[in-house]
T-cell receptor, first 110, second 116 residues
Framework: GNSVTQMEGPVTLSEEAFLTINCTYT??????LFWYVQYPGEGLQLLLKATKADDKGSNKGFEATYRKETTSFHLEKGSVQVSDSAVYFCALPGTYKYIFGTGTRLKVLA | NAGVTQTPKFQVLKTGQSMTLQCAQDMNHEYMSWYRQDPGMGLRLIHY???????DQGEVPNGYNVSRSTTEDFPLRLLSAAPSQTSVYFC???????????????FGEGSRLTVL
């Protein structure tokens, strides 16, 4: 079945640092891939998605490219802000359910 | 737009009590689900539904019941609460899970449950 492996955290960065959170997947076919973000005290919300191989999803300065050769969907941001402090989840759809990574907590220091 | 609405946001129960977490969505989504989130455990699927009258178990269904009498509502029932059910519960919905190129999953704000 489909599965996802996500980099463990926590990740602590200074403001304006470069961020990479690794995500690799195993899937049948080429499903859509997602990154969700959970801010403190809130539910998860979609950050970005890619629906086919070589697609790049982007939102709020974050980017991720759907790479079928390496089965990866790494999340990147060139310059993080304190307001980016949150938990980030990589996800893909499985059989009648979504498969989530374990989440990576990001803390950005001013 | 209301999206996915969960109630209550906070609840404290004593061991053995029962309660229902309510979930409603106004997006005409076929698919609805319940997750629990515990520290270090990520999100775990409790139950899901692919349409009115159809429900199925997820990874951790024991101690929980669900029903789907309408497209909009998907309540989660705790039959006899236990301290192990202390968690944050999220309801989530999506238009369809019929194909692998499915769309976004929309989450409620969560319900924090403490069982003493």
């Amino acid at each position: 079945g489909n599965s996802v492996t996500q980099m463990e955290g926590p990740v602590t960065l200074s403001e304006e640092a470069f961020l990479t959170i690794n995500c690799t997947y195993t899937a049948t076919g080429y499903p859509s891939l997602f990154w969700y973000v959970q801010y403190p005290g809130e539910g998860l919300q979609l950050l970005l998605k890619a629906t086919k191989a070589d697609d790049k999803g982007s939102n709020k300065g974050f980017e991720a490219t759907y790479r079928k050769e390496t089965t990866s969907f790494h999340l990147e941001k060139g310059s993080v802000q304190v307001s980016d402090s949150a938990v980030y989840f990589c996800a893909l759809p499985g059989t009648y359910k979504y498969i989530f990574g374990t989440g990576t907590r990001l803390k950005v220091l001013a | 737009n209301a999206g996915v609405t969960q109630t209550p946001k906070f609840q404290v129960l004593k061991t053995g009590q029962s309660m229902t977490l309510q979930c409603a969505q106004d997006m005409n989504h076929e698919y609805m689900s319940w997750y629990r989130q515990d520290p270090g455990m990520g999100l775990r699927l409790i139950h899901y539904s692919v349409g009115a009258g159809i429900t199925d178990q997820g990874e951790v269904p024991n101690g929980y019941n669900v029903s789907r009498s309408t497209t909009e509502d998907f309540p989660l029932r705790l039959l006899s609460a236990a301290p192990s059910q202390t968690s944050v519960y999220f309801c989530a919905s999506s238009y369809s899970m019929a194909s692998s190129n499915t769309g976004e999953l929309f989450f409620g704000e969560g319900s924090r449950l403490t069982v003493l």
